[in-house]
């Protein structure tokens, strides 16, 4: 079958206009570029299976004879919403009764890719050799066949919904029309005249279960061009579904990579030593082998795995055993990573950002400059680290959380020495992520385990382990300066942000399988466009430069909810702040007069402050402001927070969002609440030490994570708007710490400059 | 010394008696509602119902179990119909769901002593930690399972699992039962 079917998942309309001429320009000049195009495919089949009386129509969308619709979800499901959204999107325009929809996580397939997050995070995505850089066109055309090709099915970015809405929506459209194909040829009528409605076919009077023209409607050739379902009456899109996973969320049933049990599966605890180039050196194998319930012991170059038939069995053989590790080079220390920051921010950087001349601009001005630290921030799921793998012949079965389900395979593959098609990878939930889903460790290491020992195992990672071996998102510094004009206006401002280049180091462990320390070291020194992203991205500022210092702190480094933008904020956000006060101006009018350009934050900024009576920040109010605009939202947050004899109090939070047009109110909300909830988390604690090249933090109450009964009163008002969907999933993150820290300067008069917030001096 | 009930059933766990609570239910019971997250009696993950107390099941041993009776969430209710569980669903507490069990469990053994907790008992009785933030409802989804409790709401937000075909059909025009086919 040929048509739109085939394009699905392609995102066709954002391919650039590449004349035949200038991809000809592209290969000439590269050579082997020529060849390896040629040899990739250009069109890709669905690989779904079908249950009894199911018929596959497309990669999104299955309808069973007993009226059942199953909807395949390419993201993974991390508390997000995913596998309510997309299929409300596809519920909406095949006119389906929500009570009829199925969900089912896709198989790895080209069809799936995220080419949205690879657009956006395009240092990370494009293969240095592969493409050339002299053509954008066909830079960015080449970036997405290279991850169409490698299946990059990402979740990150917020970006669920404003990747897969546009493909969701016209698979649904297909099948749809191919539904009144099939019903018109019964009825001997125009397709075209007929409509769906909650699950039916109709045509006047006429009406035709979805399960009784399946059959049928999967043989006929689906046109050429999506027709879309004219705007319904009463839309699914819009509503505040109760999400569908939630049922099993209640009872306990919801199934984890823990949770998966198979016969003959046992349990398996590991210890991998600190971060960095660390090797297992010894093990007390005597005072280990003794240990009761124990059946296997594995020992890697990297780490030492005890089995047992239960999981506390294994973990407590591993402390008889002792595991000792040696770790080449200097060991990671927090006063190891801010020397290098400190040395970093006083070196030259790569200008990254660049508008008007702040050279010029600042030359013989009084500079004004303010310096800000953020330490690095852990992932800290509630669930540890989890992965179970059965030998399957010589085959090999994953069940992990995921948020690259093929590159997870393929690490699995390259780590066993299996073909990538021998590794059966099962998707499932994961309980939070927070993007710690992007490493692939515990899958990795339980497939070797079980190869080893030959039977199914299940190995999950102990808290400690999960908080000394997490990769954090970057600590960062930043130097901001500025000249005013005399109205005490930012007329220049130059940012000048050390921290490690992430995004290369994640680009080589998700797609080369390099070890974090290697790929740690081989990253030191480059700039890194997305490391910096998000610094006053909406003001409009004469004369402004983002420099990226990139710092070598021999710490790995991650991916986060919110990433460079949850620091990047803050710089942002508590400066602008430092520079009204200076100016003896509001908060609010200050910022206002900057955002010429951004009309929805500024919107967002007023509504806000007039919801949370603002009353101008003066000293003694205890009200705080930030803004910030992140993957097409934007967010402008009042807090109110001051000191108590237990410490920061913050009372209350209010948000106003533009997330444009929302698929599901009710979910937009919870994930602002949790963002929210996280920036709240980040802001006053989630982070650890490293003393020797460990985390200082071992137990999960070492964190600071707040409880209920420190989460403040949240107010969260979302702007009407029927613009494109932006994201959702971070945008509630980046401006909590700067609107505390503000409110606090209200509050007490001090600033302060670090994160989590403290006192202490940089 | 290893002989207690699990959801009403008697059971005897041939495993070391030292061995914490959690991990009989979850690899010998293969009761996977009841998660690990902590392993330190800090996360709340694990909550379970012990003679009528919600207590975190990584902090007790197999033997300090003997003789007293163990609710899981499996065991709360076998159709979702605890006014807890309901409520959950009205409103739309669970995001990533790991920790819910425990919150759950907690929460209903909060309101089987006070169907009316004040905000300060509240807190007091749920110190699960959440990372996706579901803190906002919390509050909110207990007071109305008290309110179902005491008898002044009615809800019927979650479904039972296992419903028949023919039941589903019944009451969903776009689905067919099974003889219809």
């Not at chain 1, 994201?727 to 609107?739: H, K, N, S, Y």
Request: net charge neutral; proline share 6%; hydrophobic share 45%.
């Amino acid at each position: 079958m040929t048509g739109i079917r085939d394009k699905v998942g392609q995102s066709g309309t954002r391919l650039p206009h590449v004349s035949r001429r200038q991809i000809l320009i592209g290969a000439t000049a590269t050579g082997g570029l020529a060849l390896a195009w040629t040899f990739w495919p250009r069109a890709y089949a669905p690989n779904l299976t079908a249950a009894r009386g199911e018929h596959i129509f497309n990669a999104f969308l299955k309808i069973g004879e007993d009226g059942h619709i199953a909807m395949v979800v390419p993201q993974c499901e991390m508390g997000q919403g995913v596998t309510t959204l997309l299929p409300q999107i596809m519920a909406d325009e095949l006119g389906a009764d929500w009570r009829t929809i199925a969900v089912e996580t896709a198989p790895i397939n080209p069809l799936y890719t995220n080419t949205l997050v690879v657009d956006e995070d395009s240092a990370v995505f494009t293969p240095r050799r592969l493409v050339p850089d002299f053509v954008s066109d066909v830079r960015g055309w080449a970036r997405r066949e290279w991850a169409v090709r490698h299946a990059v099915m990402l979740t990150a970015n917020s970006s669920s919904v404003r990747m897969f809405e546009g493909p969701c929506r016209d698979a649904a459209a297909q099948v749809r029309a191919l539904l009144m194909m099939a019903a018109a040829r019964r009825w001997d009528a125009d397709w075209e005249q007929c409509d769906t409605e909650g699950g039916f076919v109709t045509l006047g009077q006429k009406k035709l279960r979805f399960g009784d023209v399946a059959a049928a409607a999967a043989l006929l050739e689906p046109p050429a061009e999506p027709v879309y379902r004219a705007a319904s009456a009463d839309p699914l899109y819009g509503k505040e579904l109760t999400r569908l996973d939630l049922p099993s969320k209640v009872d306990g049933s919801a199934n984890y990579a823990g949770d998966i049990r198979l016969p003959d599966m046992v349990f398996a605890a590991i210890r991998q030593g600190p971060l960095g180039a660390t090797r297992l050196k010894s093990i007390d194998r005597k005072a280990g082998m003794a240990s009761p319930g124990l059946l296997h012991i594995v020992e890697h170059e990297r780490w030492f795995a005890a089995v047992a038939r239960n999981w506390w069995a294994a973990n407590r053989a591993l402390d008889h055993f002792a595991p000792l590790f040696e770790t080449a080079g200097t060991p990671i220390s927090s006063g190891r990573i801010d020397k290098a920051l400190a040395a970093a921010l006083k070196a030259d950087g790569y200008r990254i950002v660049k508008k008007g001349d702040v050279a010029e601009a600042m030359e013989g001005r009084t500079k004004v400059a303010a310096h800000y630290a953020v330490a690095p921030a852990l992932h800290a799921p509630i669930e540890t680290r989890t992965a179970t793998a059965a030998p399957d012949g010589g085959r090999l079965r994953v069940w992990v959380a995921t948020q690259a389900p093929a590159q997870c395979r393929d690490a699995v593959a390259q780590a066993t020495g299996l073909a990538p098609s021998d590794v059966t990878l099962f998707p499932v939930m994961a309980g939070g992520s927070f993007d710690a889903c992007l490493d692939h460790s515990a899958a990795v290491q339980a497939a070797i385990i079980a190869l080893q020992i030959k039977r199914p195992v299940q190995l999950a990672w102990s808290r400690a382990e999960e908080i000394m071996r997490d990769i954090p998102r970057a600590p960062a510094r930043a130097r901001m300066i500025a000249t005013l004009d005399a109205a005490g206006g930012i007329d220049a401002l130059v940012a000048r942000i050390a921290v490690p280049p992430t995004n290369h180091e994640v680009r080589a462990r998700l797609f080369d399988n390099t070890p974090a320390d290697v790929a740690q070291r081989d990253a030191a020194g480059t700039p890194d466009a997305v490391a910096i992203e998000g610094l006053a991205r909406v003001y409009d500022i004469r004369h402004f430069a983002v420099d990226h210092c990139p710092a070598d702190i021999g710490l790995p480094t991650a991916r986060w909810r919110g990433n460079a933008d949850s620091y990047t904020a803050f710089f942002t956000e508590c400066f602008i702040d430092e520079m009204a006060a200076r100016a003896g101006s509001d908060a609010l009018s200050y910022r206002m007069a900057m955002l010429g350009k951004s009309p929805l934050l500024a919107h967002c900024l007023l509504t806000a402050t007039s919801l949370a009576g603002w009353e101008g920040g003066i000293s003694g109010t205890a009200q705080g402001l930030a803004c910030h605009s992140m993957r097409g939202s934007h967010i402008a947050l009042v807090a109110t927070a001051r000191p108590s004899e237990r410490g920061l109090q913050v009372e209350q939070l209010v948000a106003v969002v533009d997330a444009g047009r929302l698929v599901n109110p009710a979910i937009a909300r919870q994930q602002v609440e949790g963002g929210l909830i996280f920036g709240l988390a980040a802001a006053v604690g989630a982070t650890t030490d490293y003393e020797g090249g460990i985390a200082t933090a071992r137990k999960l109450g070492q964190l600071g994570l707040p409880h209920l009964a420190q989460i403040p009163e949240l107010l969260i008002e979302f702007i009407d708007s029927d613009r494109e969907p932006g994201g959702i999933g971070e945008i509630g993150v980046p401006a909590v710490a700067p609107a505390i820290a503000n409110a606090m300067f209200a509050a007490t008069g001090h600033r302060i400059r670090r994160l989590p917030l403290s006192a202490q001096p940089i | 010394m290893t002989k207690f009930s699990v959801n009403d059933r008697p059971v005897e766990y041939r495993m070391d008696p030292e061995t914490p609570l959690l991990w009989a239910l979850r690899d010998a019971s293969n009761l996977t509602g009841t998660k690990y997250g902590c392993g330190t009696g800090e996360c709340g993950a694990c909550t379970v119902d012990i003679d009528g107390e919600a207590i975190r099941s990584c902090m007790v041993t197999i033997a300090e179990c003997e003789g007293r009776f163990v609710t899981t969430i499996e065991g709360l209710t076998r159709d979702r119909s605890h006014p807890v569980q309901q409520a959950w669903v009205a409103d739309q507490v669970p995001q990533c769901g790991f920790c819910q069990s425990g919150m759950i469990m907690a929460a209903a053994a909060l309101l089987r002593k006070n169907s009316n907790p004040s905000d300060a008992e509240i807190d007091a009785a749920m110190t699960n930690i959440c990372r996706c933030g579901t803190y906002p409802r919390i509050r909110g989804a207990i007071r109305r399972a008290g309110r179902v409790l005491r008898g002044e709401e009615r809800i019927a937000a979650a479904p039972p699992p296992g419903i028949r075909p023919a039941d589903a059909a019944r009451a969903v025009p776009a689905l067919k039962a099974p003889h219809e086919r």
